[in-house]
């Protein structure tokens, strides 16, 4: 069964940084496109920031300028560095993978995700 797998969610001051990671239990060319997606408590879900195969990135217009996405292939893994963090990105951040779209409306393959708390 393949597998998502999110780490490095945490507490912070707003300003501070934080890097999430996402582990994939197979290559991450399995995949068309890996993102990052965020939901908030009574928010609906929303994509953050997206990488395709060949490298290209997406952001959210909130984001941009603080969020990073990254791949390293060797570990399978993905990863959100994200700086001067706003108390309004406080969410369950998860880690999601398609094999053949990076439409926000068509991932198939979710992780658990993890915890993102930022302090005024």
């Known amino acids: 069964q393949v597998q998502l797998v999110e780490s490095g969610g945490g507490a912070v001051q707003a300003g501070g940084s934080l890097r999430l990671s996402c582990a994939s239990s197979?290559?991450?060319?399995?995949?068309?496109?890996m993102a990052w997606f965020r939901q908030a408590p009574g928010k609906e879900r929303e994509g953050v920031a997206s990488?395709?195969?060949?490298?290209?990135?997406t952001y959210k217009d909130s984001v941009k300028g603080r969020f990073t996405i990254s791949r390293d292939s060797a570990k399978n893994t993905l990863y959100l560095q994200m700086n001067s963090l706003k108390p309004e990105d406080s969410s369950m951040y998860y880690c999601?993978?398609?094999?053949?779209?990076?439409?926000?409306?068509?991932?198939?393959?979710w992780g658990r995700g993890t915890q993102v708390t930022v302090s005024s």
């Open positions: 999601a993978a398609d094999r053949s779209s990076c439409d926000y409306q068509r991932f198939t393959t």
């Open positions: 197979v290559s991450i060319y399995n995949w068309y496109c």
């Open positions: 990488m395709d195969r060949f490298g290209r990135e």
